[in-house]
């Protein structure tokens, strides 16, 4: 039988630093949740809201798969792999930190703010070279229909980390439905609703609500509203 988990959006907690504002899902920095750790392989997922021409100093990083989702306005990013580059709605990143890597990321536009999610995944393999991925998904992408933008193979859609992971997106009008079927059995789905109401296996969803379902081999997906949803696919034993 499916076993699941729900994160309520409200039950995230927040950190409020003026120019950053950021929602957690799952435990981070001060924010210590015993019950709320991980899920599987995934470790974090921040909601960031960054104010204009503010952002994150250089910091380190290491053995962690780091991906960056905007979902408006752009990043400037920089690291000690002497990557300069802007990543903006539609695109994705990833770092796979390995042995080690600094980097630097902040809004580039002074004006408006910048929205997007920070994940990072357990890899499968430790203190492997550093590397840096980016990849615009958005004119891939077909109404109702699920996405594909991470997995663990290279020759794949969409970019490629050091886990068994994969990641979906996708944009639904209201009272579509989708069915998933995992790539691994073993594995679990969490789905998290970026716009709109969506219902997973009978639950309710509604925007920026966190749903963990495995032992199972197969969901489905209903847009209650108009909806985007991204699905995260990791092991659940790692």
Do not use: C
């Amino acid at each position: 039988m499916a076993q699941t988990v729900l994160h309520q959006a409200a039950t995230r907690d927040k950190s409020d630093h003026g120019w950053l504002k950021s929602f957690h899902t799952f435990s981070f920095g001060m924010h210590y949740n015993p019950e709320r750790i991980n899920f599987g392989a995934l470790r974090v997922l921040n909601d960031d809201w960054v104010s204009g021409g503010k952002g994150f100093g250089e910091h380190p990083h290491d053995n962690m798969e780091i991906i960056s989702i905007p979902l408006e306005g752009a990043l400037q990013h920089e690291d000690s792999m002497e990557n300069v580059a802007v990543i903006e709605a539609g695109e994705i990143q990833v770092m796979s930190a390995g042995t080690g890597i600094y980097h630097k990321e902040f809004n580039k536009d002074k004006d408006q703010p910048v929205q997007f999610l920070q994940i990072w995944l357990f890899p499968n393999q430790r203190n492997v070279t550093p590397r840096y991925q980016q990849l615009r998904y958005d004119n891939l992408m077909k109404a109702n229909q699920f996405t594909q933008i991470l997995s663990p193979n290279k020759d794949d859609d969409g970019v490629w980390i050091y886990q068994d992971a994969w990641f979906n997106l996708g944009k639904f009008d209201k009272a579509t439905k989708v069915d998933y079927q995992f790539k691994n059995k073993a594995n679990g789905l969490y789905v998290f609703v970026l716009k709109g109401d969506a219902k997973v296996e009978g639950q309710d969803l509604t925007e920026r609500d966190g749903f963990g379902i495995w032992d199972t081999e197969s969901v489905t997906i209903e847009a209650a509203l108009d909806s985007q949803v991204l699905l995260m696919e990791v092991p659940m034993n790692f």
